[in-house]
């Protein structure tokens, strides 16, 4: 070798310097060669991930239907004007030349500013000139373009929204006037029927967040939209189906180059609900009492007694699904948030009130079963000294108020006028306390049916522990009369009273009837949720009918409570109910109620009115659930599916 | 071992073979600074006069001037200011350390800021620690075997070291070692001094990477956070050494995350030499450095190497090692040609001292060795560095020029 050549032979130490030169370049060859010759097809594949990003399209929501197919929520293509910013590059450049103070020395951060200045000029003129052309001004906001540029420049920027049919043909009639545009597709959730069963359906929220077993890494994502409440948010996980992926090669100014799908999104199933659309709409018609009109604060709830089926389920006032999708103004918040009208509360499930009298058909039904009550026997309930006309009780030292008269009741006279006294003397027997507690438990009071998970509370009413601790007749006479410790939601009541109509059996309410993929070629099989019971009373049908006569009484017989919920040629059962909002002692306010059934004989529907500060039971509630029977016998006369038919099917 | 007497009585020239293995780097360097910060430069419109590859070529021009001017003094009677020189480089050291005057970047003080330049005072520091050890081992060979001169050659290693150990730029102290070591080996100092002493080094060191890799917390040698990260990062360790023993699962998750940058440019510079292939992808159309994989603020000085790689392959890899290899036997062959045993000695150590910066920097592109801040001699950018390469180059022309002087 021509080095060691030329050392001198003796010198052993350059040798050896040499040497391990010779050894240390070796060693990097060695390397160089694994790593570019060797390895060379790895590396080359890791690179080629990089170059490309990936893109999370969000897959087409499944549609919600009610019972019959008509559309709750669906998607609607809503067509954008979409801006490539990489087509623009030479745009941006003529724009800084033309705004560039000529001959002038720019510092770095002057020129930084002219080029954002001249990027920002050429986008917003676009904008503006496409606006007016399709007349529809729009402004694009700077520091968001600047954010997009930073962060996404390969996605374009949306600069228009929502086209209507004649601004599409008007943007189609002229292609490719405006550099880089494009008319791009999306589906946009809608809610055909504005507000309709709003708190049922829910809301979304945009959130274009992988899902579980979703690819977790991407680049950019498309918007995408998250179920929060309701259905929506229950059942997001189906409904929002799989997103995809596609890839874009990216060039070496960050800008799209090339688009390919790597896995097309799969679109979410379709919920089939037990509602009725048309039905829901009545109902949420008929809960605007003339009281308060759209001012009603209240909830009506129609369940399928055999099935346990809700067919509407209406809370007001209400507020339109819509309306969360994009951002909300601070006006809209506020009224959403108002602290007495409280729009976005499901006051079907989400809050609890004193069941007030309508609790007396527990109370009555513990009694019969007791056998603390005789049906025919006569009880005389004594007059209240300070108000003429009017009965009372006393309970230990504590006098209780009556609103029905004093004089002989029985059973049935009792129900139909609500006497409190003859309900808190026959509650105080030995042992219907105990029956009471038992058949709450039966009906589940105090605990949740389920339907709207997060969105649904318990309500309460006394266990067997709460007997042992504290407990005196007093609470006993209150629980009788719905009072005190006992809160429950219509919905609870719902499923009370349609147990009683049907003969003892309490089911799991059912909101969901079928999930069905959104292609009809699929081979997938829809996934049916069939009614579910939840507990069998276990009491004499005898009882029962005794219980259900008494209401049906109460809404047919001179001087019941409930006669202004009647409909010509429908038997219906009712009772109403006036619980007292106490606070601190003081009654501060009032819960309507009116809870029913009909046809008596044939029992097929439930319906549970309540309105917060109305009247009187009988005055606000009951014809609210008149306005629903009639839905209910008009559409029981139209041809088509019915509901119950449908759901004896599954 | 003098030399023989001389009777050639052609004129002395320099070695142009040198020469032209340096500029042929020099011109590689220019091209791939400019194709490492094109993207950064073309989009923001840098003029060319303040883009990074000219400024380099300045540099270059400034570099060849200081090799020209080291040629003109015999390095004989420049090494008469060698203990000038070296108390001068551990003065700005010293100075570098102090705030204020030293500029922090990156967490590391190794910068004095000029205005116009940044000195690093390390570089400075190399070339006048090769001055002053050969002035200083320049004695006679008796006196060489005396523990009293090893020890205090040591000393003269010693004090640079601990200096830029503490900036910290540990790469730089690092090439101190092997450049010394291998000029008291050619100096003549006997070879069982120098093996016992690195015998027990190695042994300490290794207890030391021992301890910083698997030794409790409070047990471990003290070592920036940042190089216990390289070098757990080096080894491949698991996330759960960088956290705390008792780290919550989100102190671990933050460790994961840190593992992860930390191996970033390691990952990247691989990907980035290993994509080039065989023949690269062409001048400027290296994927890994226009999209900013590889990071910018490295891919132009200590991960040029990677630019190169995968822009010109390993044809481009082979050429840039083979241009180092011949600068570098020439400086053996420099060396086996100097007139005396300081020419020797110093020549071995420019040889020693380059091939160190050159060895560590492309191994740690390649994963060979960990990550340590060394510039890769005239192909990164940063005026220091191609200043003070430049002139150990003109150390060695100066050697060969001189070979045959009395």
């Given at each position: 070798m021509l080095v060691f050549d030329q050392l001198r032979k003796q010198d052993t130490q350059l040798r050896l310097v040499a040497v391990a030169l010779a050894g240390g370049f070796c060693i990097l060859l060695a390397g160089l060669w694994y790593v570019q010759i060797f390895s060379s097809k790895r590396f080359s594949e890791s690179l080629e991930d990089q170059a490309v990003r990936t893109v999370r399209i969000p897959a087409v929501r499944g549609k919600i239907l009610d019972r019959n197919r008509q559309p709750l929520a669906e998607n609607r293509p809503t067509?954008?004007?979409?801006?490539?910013?990489?087509?623009?590059?030479?745009?941006?450049?003529?724009?800084?030349?033309?705004?560039?103070?000529?001959?002038?020395?720019?510092?770095?951060?002057?020129?930084?500013?002219?080029?954002?200045?001249?990027?920002?000029?050429?986008?917003?003129?676009?904008?503006?000139?496409?606006?007016?052309?399709?007349?529809q001004p729009r402004v694009i906001d700077q520091r968001l373009f600047q954010r997009h540029y930073n962060e996404v420049r390969a996605l374009p920027i949306s600069i228009l929204q929502n086209l209507n049919a004649t601004q599409v043909a008007r943007f189609a009639e002229r292609p490719g006037v405006f550099p880089g545009l494009e008319l791009e597709i999306q589906p946009l959730r809608v809610?055909?029927?504005?507000?309709?069963?709003?708190?049922?359906?829910?809301?979304?929220?945009?959130?274009?967040?992988?899902?579980?077993?979703?690819?977790?890494?991407?680049?950019?994502?498309?918007?995408?939209?998250?179920?929060?409440?309701?259905?929506?948010?229950?059942?997001?996980?189906?409904?929002?189906?799989?997103?995809?992926?596609?890839?874009?090669?990216?060039?070496?100014?960050?800008?799209?180059?090339?688009?390919?799908?790597?896995?097309?999104?799969?679109?979410?199933?379709?919920?089939?609900?037990?509602?009725?659309?048309?039905?829901?709409?009545?109902?949420?018609?008929?809960?605007?009492?003339?009281?308060?009109?759209?001012?009603?604060?209240?909830?009506?709830?129609?369940l399928d007694v055999q099935t346990g089926d809700v067919l509407a389920m209406a809370s007001a006032p209400s507020f339109e699904p819509e309306r969360f999708m994009g951002r909300i103004k601070d006006e809209d918040w506020a009224a959403l948030n108002d602290p007495v009208q409280r729009p976005l509360l499901n006051r079907a499930t989400q809050e609890n009130y004193h069941p007030g009298s309508i609790l007396k058909m527990l109370t009555g039904l513990a009694a019969l079963e007791m056998e603390a009550i005789d049906p025919r026997a006569v009880f005389n309930v004594?007059?209240?000294?300070?108000?003429?006309?009017?009965?009372?009780?006393?309970?230990?030292?504590?006098?209780?108020?009556?609103?029905?008269?004093?004089?002989?009741?029985?059973?049935?006279?009792?129900?139909?006028?609500?006497?409190?006294?003859?309900?808190?003397?026959?509650?105080?027997?030995?042992?219907?306390?105990?029956?009471?507690?038992?058949?709450?438990?039966?009906?589940?009071?105090?605990?949740?049916?389920?339907?709207?998970?997060?969105?649904?509370?318990?309500?309460?009413?006394?266990?067997?522990?709460?007997?042992?601790?504290?407990?005196?007749?007093?609470?006993?006479?209150?629980?009788?009369?719905?009072?005190?410790?006992?809160?429950?939601?219509?919905?609870?009541?719902?499923?009370?009273?349609?147990?009683?109509?049907?003969g003892g059996r309490v089911f799991w309410p059912r909101l969901l009837m079928r999930l069905e993929p959104a292609d009809p070629q699929s081979t997938e099989r829809a996934a049916e949720q069939p009614p579910r019971l939840r507990d069998d009373l276990g009491v004499k049908s005898e009882n029962l009918r005794l219980v259900r006569e008494a209401m049906l009484a109460d809404?047919?017989?001179?001087?019941?409570?409930?006669?202004e919920a009647a409909v010509p040629g429908l038997k219906i059962g009712g009772k109403t109910g006036t619980a007292e909002v106490e606070r601190a002692g003081k009654m501060v306010d009032k819960t309507t109620w009116f809870a029913s059934f009909a046809p008596v004989d044939q029992p097929k529907w439930a319906v549970v009115v309540m309105v917060e500060s109305g009247a009187s039971g009988g005055k606000t509630c009951a014809p609210v659930a008149r306005k629903i029977y009639e839905a209910l016998v008009k559409r029981e006369r139209e041809p088509g599916p019915k509901g119950a038919a449908l759901a004896l099917n599954n | 071992m003098l030399a023989r007497p001389n009777i050639d009585e052609k004129p002395a020239r320099i070695d142009w073979v040198l020469v032209c293995a340096l500029l042929g780097l020099m011109v590689l360097g220019a091209m791939f600074i400019h194709s490492a910060r094109y993207a950064t430069e073309s989009g923001a419109g840098v003029p060319w006069f303040k883009q990074y590859h000219f400024k380099q070529i300045i540099y270059y021009a400034m570099g060849l001037g200081a090799m020209a001017a080291m040629c003109v003094i015999p390095y004989q009677t420049l090494v008469r200011w060698s203990y000038v020189a070296y108390w001068g480089s551990i003065l700005l050291l010293v100075l570098v350390l102090i705030p204020h005057i030293g500029a922090m970047r990156f967490g590391a003080r190794r910068w004095i800021d000029l205005g116009v330049f940044q000195l690093q005072p390390s570089e400075i520091a190399k070339i006048a620690f090769i001055l002053a050890l050969g002035n200083f081992l320049a004695r006679p060979l008796d006196e060489l075997k005396l523990p009293v001169i090893f020890w205090r050659a040591l000393g003269m290693l010693g004090l640079p070291f601990a200096f830029i150990f503490v900036e910290p730029d540990l790469g730089s102290a690092l090439v101190l070692i092997p450049t010394g070591f291998v000029?008291?080996?050619?100096?003549?100092?006997?070879?069982?001094?120098?093996?016992?002493?690195?015998?027990?080094?190695?042994?300490?060191?290794?207890?030391?990477?021992?301890?910083?890799?698997?030794?409790?917390?409070?047990?471990?040698?003290?070592?920036?956070?940042?190089?216990?990260?390289?070098?757990?990062?080096?080894?491949?360790?698991?996330?759960?050494?960088?956290?705390?023993?008792?780290?919550?699962?989100?102190?671990?998750?933050?460790?994961?995350?840190?593992?992860?940058?930390?191996?970033?440019?390691?990952?990247?510079?691989?990907?980035?030499v290993g994509s080039g292939g065989l023949t690269g992808k062409g001048w400027r159309q290296g994927t890994q450095n226009v999209l900013g994989y590889l990071p910018r603020a490295v891919a132009h000085n200590d991960f040029i190497f990677s630019v190169l790689a995968e822009e010109s392959g390993f044809v481009g890899s082979v050429v840039v090692l083979s241009l180092y290899a011949v600068v570098l036997f020439a400086g053996i062959r420099i060396a086996g040609q100097a007139r005396d045993r300081l020419g020797k000695m110093m020549a071995a150590g420019v040889v020693t001292l380059l091939f160190s910066h050159m060895f560590i920097n492309i191994g740690m592109n390649i994963r060979l060795m960990p990550v340590t801040g060394v510039p890769l001699p005239l192909l990164s950018y940063g005026g220091t560095s191609v200043i003070c390469t430049l002139v150990a180059a003109g150390l060695l022309q100066n050697i060969y020029l001189h070979r045959r002087s009395y």
């Open positions: 067509y954008n004007v979409e801006l490539y910013l990489a087509e623009l590059g030479r745009h941006f450049q003529a724009e800084y030349q033309r705004i560039r103070p000529a001959n002038a020395r720019l510092t770095r951060v002057e020129r930084e500013r002219l080029e954002w200045t001249a990027r920002y000029q050429v986008v917003s003129n676009i904008t503006a000139q496409v606006g007016e052309w399709l007349q809610y055909p029927q504005t507000s309709l069963a709003a708190h049922v359906l829910g809301a979304l929220r945009r959130d274009d967040s992988s899902q579980e077993e979703e690819d977790a890494f991407y680049h950019y994502r498309l918007p995408d939209w998250k179920g929060i409440t309701g259905i929506e948010g229950i059942y997001d996980v189906q409904l929002r189906g799989a997103a995809g992926t596609k890839s874009m090669t990216v060039n070496r100014l960050g800008y799209r180059q090339q688009e390919t799908v790597l896995r097309a999104p799969e679109p979410g199933d379709n919920l089939i609900l037990t509602l009725d659309l048309k039905l829901q709409q009545a109902v949420e018609r008929a809960l605007h009492t003339p009281m308060f009109g759209a001012q009603t604060r209240g909830a009506a709830v129609v004594e007059a209240d000294p300070t108000r003429p006309g009017r009965g009372c009780i006393h309970v230990g030292s504590r006098k209780i108020e009556d609103t029905a008269p004093p004089g002989p009741y029985n059973f049935k006279k009792a129900l139909v006028h609500s006497s409190n006294a003859y309900f808190i003397h026959h509650g105080l027997k030995p042992g219907v306390l105990q029956k009471m507690i038992m058949l709450g438990e039966k009906f589940h009071l105090g605990e949740r049916t389920g339907i709207l998970p997060r969105q649904e509370t318990a309500g309460e009413f006394p266990g067997q522990d709460d007997l042992v601790r504290h407990w005196q007749s007093g609470d006993t006479a209150n629980l009788c009369i719905g009072q005190g410790k006992v809160s429950t939601s219509p919905l609870q009541m719902a499923v009370m009273t349609a147990a009683i109509a049907n809404v047919e017989e001179q001087g019941g409570t409930g006669r | 000029m008291m080996f050619v100096a003549g100092i006997p070879a069982n001094y120098l093996r016992r002493f690195l015998g027990g080094a190695a042994l300490i060191v290794v207890l030391i990477l021992v301890d910083v890799l698997f030794a409790p917390p409070n047990w471990r040698f003290k070592l920036e956070d940042y190089q216990r990260r390289r070098l757990l990062v080096y080894f491949g360790m698991d996330a759960k050494h960088f956290a705390p023993p008792d780290a919550t699962a989100a102190e671990l998750q933050k460790a994961r995350i840190q593992e992860r940058n930390d191996s970033y440019n390691v990952e990247q510079a691989l990907i980035s």
